[in-house]
């Protein structure tokens, strides 16, 4: 495993974002409920937002709660609502010593009242914080995002706001949930799964993927620094050839 010392601090990615999967596979390796696999893994995400804040990363998001999860039963849904705002409530400290801003995309309308309304709290009082910005991606999912865009984009188009000629990709960018950060430089997902299940499919468009069988309670700092340094150790062309990248 890396440690901090081995990660070159000039060239660390601006965002990392996290798909956290493997939390009801290791509650069955523990003969425990899925629910008790959300419970153990808040440590794992106080590792992943220390780690980043150490390594100066501008922007951190992680893939909390999918439109999709919404169909899991009814018992987990409850528990995993209580348990996400619970987690961040009592990590607000630590994002305040770490100079962690914290925001939320997705659907919130979805969400249960009370839920958003301790959210909302929570990112007002880390608002004014100007280190790494944690974003949970809560209820949501890539689909909804763009096609939300799109929504916003046919509506201006319609009363005059913007033109149709005029629009482009970074029209598109700028209606996205996503507008105020970059895109991903680094993908890390656990558990051993290899896809993107429906998270910042715009723009992962270069983004590099970091797969792992590690399940996610088991995260720690020492396995965030593994996967940048596995993204310092690649060369990204952006369609380019490697000679023109070694050239510039």
Excluded: C
Excluded at 68 to 81: F, I, Y
Excluded at 140 to 161: F, H, P, Q
Aim: aromatic residues 10%; glycine residues 6%.
């Amino acid at each position: 495993m890396k440690k901090i010392e081995d990660i070159d601090l000039s060239r660390v990615p601006r965002h990392v974002a996290i798909i956290m999967d493997g939390n009801g596979r290791w509650a069955q390796k523990q003969s425990q409920i899925r629910l008790f696999g959300h419970q153990h893994a808040t440590q794992a995400v106080r590792e992943a937002v220390e780690a980043a804040a150490r390594l100066h990363v501008g922007f951190l998001t992680l893939y909390t709660f999918s439109t999709e999860n919404w169909n899991r039963p009814k018992a987990e849904v409850d528990g995993l609502m209580q348990l996400i705002v619970k987690t961040v409530d009592e990590e607000t400290p630590t994002l305040m010593k770490n100079n962690v801003r914290m925001r939320v995309v997705g659907d919130t309308s979805r969400l249960p009242e009370a839920s958003w309304r301790s959210l909302q709290q929570i990112i007002a009082t880390t608002s004014g914080n100007t280190g790494t910005t944690l974003t949970l991606a809560l209820s949501y999912s890539s689909r909804w995002e763009i096609a939300e865009a799109l929504k916003g984009i046919v509506g201006d188009a319609a009363n005059g706001t913007i033109k149709k000629e005029d629009i482009d990709e970074e029209t598109l960018r700028n209606y996205l949930a996503t507008n105020y950060m970059p895109d991903p430089d680094l993908l890390i997902r656990t558990g051993g799964e290899l896809r993107v299940s429906n998270f910042l499919l715009w723009q992962m468009a270069y983004t590099e993927f970091y797969f792992t069988d590690l399940l996610w309670p088991d995260f720690r700092q020492e396995h965030f620094f593994e996967a940048v340094y596995d993204f310092q150790n690649r060369q990204r062309r952006y369609g380019k050839t490697g000679e023109q990248v070694k050239g510039k």
